[in-house]
């Protein structure tokens, strides 16, 4: 194994350090180090090292759509992002609702050694609401299964959704709810609101989001369970959360970048590359969604990446899947959200820390330091760079940020002491 000496790196928001990365640890943090005869030397001047981000939610749609991304090219989209590790979303083809399939997207993900990839599994059977999946042999299987999700889909029954939180318990397991109560959101296309009366599409209330999150946070807080809920995306979804919060209740909460950045009046074009599912809410939406990740009502950041192949995507806006690729553009538009209102430290919190806590990823989400795994990213504050599409190392293409001009480029990442990206390029 090389062994690196990345020199001159600010850890989050400390000072200039040197790094001594061997055996897949960090030997040494200090300044003036001598990595000794072969240590490859890495000039880290200006840049900052984060804890290797924590996605807790990637589509890798591997098994079934390998067309749209694989775990191998999911994977180096997310190392190029700076992350180290991946939460992959149940809504494959088959479902990963066994352990069968967990274990062959674990297996997947240990092949291509780009990013841990730890499989999320199917709350209910093939995610048709019915009946619970086999969470237990999910959770016993190779992948050690904690998170459950239907994502994609809401697990709207009440009694499903209590049972599902009860069996949970046993492992410090977490249900990652999809809120979207099916019944207010029937022929949905985007926000309901003044541009979707304007533009005539049907549309998709912030009410069916918030009222499958206060169900939620009560159930939980009645069965003494955890849960998470994905992409908020409603000031109204903030305001209950900060209430069970406040109450104890234990729920955590993501956002997308995409919703931190992104409004419903970009449907106007009506290009598909907008529609994504929760929809793109309004200016105050996006205002409250940010304030409520740097207070940390909401806890983390997720990219909710959602591949899609081109003739899925590329047709009229009705017929388009909802979704939108994530990973390699998640930094820079967190930081340009919210950058200076989180800073260094509270983007490693909310994209590295917290997110590994809620997995329960003990190996991911800490800081580059002596005696600890050397799982890290180097990323340049000052760079600026274009989104070109056919760049991206993810097998689709379908960004919103397509021309954008954004902050911040990941530099280097590394895996347990393996760099998986190096000069803003993946070693595979
Ligand atoms: O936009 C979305 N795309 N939202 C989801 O919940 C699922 C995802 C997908 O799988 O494409």
Redesign the pocket.
């Known amino acids: 194994m090389t062994t690196y000496l990345v020199r001159g790196a600010r850890v989050v928001d400390g000072d200039p350090t040197d790094l001594l990365v061997r055996d897949g640890v960090v030997a040494e943090a200090g300044s003036k180090l001598t990595g000794g005869a072969g240590a490859e030397v890495i000039d880290a001047d200006g840049l900052v090292a984060l804890p290797g981000l924590v996605d807790l939610h990637t589509?890798l749609r591997e098994p079934g759509r390998e067309d749209a991304e694989t775990v191998e090219s999911g994977s180096r989209a997310a190392a190029l992002g700076g992350y180290t590790a991946v939460c992959a979303?149940a809504?494959t083809s088959p479902v990963a609702d066994t352990a069968g399939v967990v274990e062959q997207v674990w297996r997947l993900g240990r092949t291509a050694g780009l990013v841990d990839v730890q499989p999320i599994g199917a709350v209910t059977v093939g995610l048709r609401g019915e009946q619970l999946a086999e969470l237990g042999a999910m959770a016993d299987s190779a992948a050690r299964v904690r998170i459950f999700s239907d994502?994609?889909h809401c697990v709207a029954d009440p009694r499903l959704m209590r049972r599902a939180l009860e069996y949970v318990r046993a492992f410090d397991g977490v249900i990652a709810q999809?809120a979207e109560e099916p019944r207010l959101t029937d022929g949905a296309q985007m926000h309901e609101g003044i541009e979707s009366a304007r533009l005539g599409l049907p549309g998709w209330p912030a009410v069916a989001e918030e009222a499958i999150i206060a169900r939620d946070v009560l159930l939980a807080e009645h069965v003494g369970a955890r849960l998470h809920v994905c992409?908020v995306s409603t000031a109204g979804s903030v305001e209950i959360l900060r209430w069970a919060k406040a109450r104890g209740i234990a729920v955590t909460a993501e956002v997308t970048p995409h919703h931190l950045m992104l409004t419903d009046t970009l449907a106007g074009g009506y290009d598909p590359v907008f529609k994504?599912?929760p929809p793109l809410r309004t200016a105050a939406d996006v205002d409250a969604l940010r304030s409520a990740l740097v207070d940390g009502v909401v806890d983390v950041v997720a990219t909710?990446h959602?591949p899609?192949a081109t003739q899925d995507k590329e047709c009229e806006w009705p017929y388009a899947?909802?979704?939108m690729v994530g990973l390699e553009t998640a930094l820079s538009v967190v930081w340009q959200a919210v950058g200076d209102r989180l800073g260094w430290a509270g983007v490693a919190e909310r994209m590295s820390r917290a997110p590994a806590r809620i997995a329960g990823l003990a190996e991911h989400g800490h800081d580059p330091a002596p005696g600890r795994a050397a799982t890290f990213t180097l990323v340049d504050p000052a760079a600026r760079w274009t989104v070109e599409p056919a760049e991206l190392a993810s097998r689709s293409r379908n960004t919103p940020y397509a021309g954008m001009e954004l902050p911040v480029r990941v530099v280097a990442t590394f895996l347990r002491g393996e760099p998986t990206v190096l000069d803003g390029k993946a070693m595979r």
Request: proline residues 7%; hydrophobic residues 20%.
């Open positions: 589509h979303m809504n994502d994609g999809h992409h994504v599912n909710d959602a899609h899947r909802p979704g």
